[in-house]
């Protein structure tokens, strides 16, 4: 999911995942140049690792939106975010 400042989450599909960023499918893109908090989770796993990430959005299309990661937030975010990406 996405939250850009002091609105509600956004909730979507991860379509891309690299360690610089993240194309989420969604039908409500935010605009482009917006600053977010990204949280990635696995499917089902409420219980799960959680990726924590600040960012900004930089492309979208009919499908969705590519977010460049500026931060992530906090070392287990980082090994999380490089386990999922590189598995």
Do not use: W
Not at 15 to 32: A, D, H, K, Q
Not at 38 to 65: F, N, S, T, W, Y
Request: hydrophobic share 40%; charged share 20%; aromatic share 6%.
């Amino acid at each position: 999911s996405a939250t850009a400042d002091a609105t509600d989450p956004l909730a979507g599909r991860v379509r891309e995942l690299s360690l610089t960023g993240v194309f989420i499918y969604t039908p409500l893109p935010m605009p482009i140049g917006t600053r977010c908090s990204v949280m990635i989770q696995l499917a089902g796993q409420a219980d799960g690792p959680l990726v924590r990430c600040a960012g900004e959005v930089v492309r979208k299309d009919e499908e969705g939106m590519a977010i460049h990661f500026e931060r992530i937030l906090g070392e287990d975010s980082y090994a999380h975010l490089r386990n999922l990406v590189l598995y």
